[in-house]
Every structure is written in structure tokens, then in C-alpha cells.
């Protein structure tokens, strides 16, 4: 298994992806298929990363919806023929991956002293 700390830097990083590919804008995501694409790409990436996080760094985070990522990852990764709406992939990442990202950051500091603030910081 890989390291935990790997998933956590790994949310991180592609979070910020997410944010370059859209530059935060709901035009720009809306308009391109092609960052659409890339987008489902890196939040599946992402939630599977969430979902390899241990069991005792979820417990201890439980505003965190883990449960709900990973029934999130399964609607990105097989699509069910069509029930990925882009706007509740919109919303997702404009009004819940904030957070997710905020409670990563403070996972990698109080349980690995980790300071990645810089990181994922754009808009949370």
C-alpha cells in the first residue's frame, strides 16, 4: 500500500489541476467538453485518493462526507449511461471540495507536521 501521506498530496495537487483547468470559472468548465473530460478525469484520480486515505484518519474527520466521495467516485469512473450531471460536478467542486481540501491540509499537519498550505490554496 502506498503511503497516506502520498494520497493526501495527491488530493492536493489535483485540486489545483481542477483550478487550472477551469481557472475557477463555470464558463470556461461549462463550454469545453474537453475540460470537462479532463476535469471528471482528475476528481476521479481524486477521489480515489480520498478513499485510500486509513480508516482512523476518517474517523477523526467526520464532517468529512467520506462515504459519500466514494459513491461519488464510482458515478465518475462508470458514469451509469449518462447520470454525471456537470453542473453537480460544478457545485462539487465550486462548494465541497473546499473543504475536503482545508481538512487534507490539516490531516498532512497535525499527523505529519506537514505544512502544504501553498498547495490547493487558490480557493479554499
Known amino acids: 500500500m502506498k503511503s497516506e501521506k502520498l494520497y493526501l498530496v495527491n488530493i492536493l495537487e489535483?485540486?489545483?489541476?481542477?483550478?487550472?483547468?477551469?481557472?475557477?470559472?463555470?464558463?470556461?468548465?461549462?463550454?469545453?467538453?474537453?475540460?470537462?473530460?479532463?476535469?471528471v478525469k482528475v476528481l476521479s484520480n481524486l477521489t480515489e485518493s480520498a478513499s485510500k486515505l486509513e480508516d482512523i484518519t476518517k474517523d477523526s474527520y467526520p464532517e468529512i462526507p467520506w462515504k459519500l466521495i466514494a459513491a461519488f467516485r464510482n458515478v465518475l469512473v462508470h458514469d451509469y449511461l449518462g447520470d454525471l450531471e456537470i453542473e453537480d460536478v460544478w457545485k462539487i467542486i465550486s462548494d465541497d471540495l473546499p473543504e475536503l481540501i482545508f481538512a487534507v491540509r490539516k490531516i498532512l499537519k497535525d499527523k505529519y507536521a506537514i505544512d502544504y498550505s501553498d498547495i490547493g490554496n487558490n480557493n479554499a
Do not use: C, K, M, P
Open 14 to 39: 489535483s485540486y489545483e489541476r481542477i483550478q487550472r483547468h477551469t481557472g475557477n470559472d463555470v464558463i470556461i468548465f461549462r463550454e469545453s467538453e474537453l475540460v470537462q473530460d479532463a476535469v
